[in-house]
């Protein structure tokens, strides 16, 4: 059971999916300026499993790290 990263490139939106059950899930966020690359989501995830998050944690959660990367 796990869960992967969707960072389309060319719409600059970044999703989420069960490869298990084969289900997205959380809110789709937008990546403007591509300014996250997948891996740095998956690092930021590792310890803290995104499917047990709300939309609202997951989404504040990806805008935290964009801030922090702005810096």
């Not at 809110?27 to 996250?36: A, C, S, T, V, W």
């Not at 944690?57 to 790290?65: F, G, H, P």
Request: glycine letters at 4%.
């Amino acid at each position: 059971m796990g869960w992967e990263v969707i960072n389309d490139k060319e719409s600059e939106t970044i999703g989420f999916f069960c490869n298990t059950a084969d289900v997205c899930f959380g809110p789709i966020i937008y990546n403007e300026d591509k300014q996250l690359e997948k891996q740095e989501i998956y690092n930021h995830f590792i310890d803290n499993d995104p499917r047990l998050l709300t939309e609202n944690e997951i989404r504040n959660e990806i805008y935290d790290l964009m801030e922090r990367k702005e810096k």
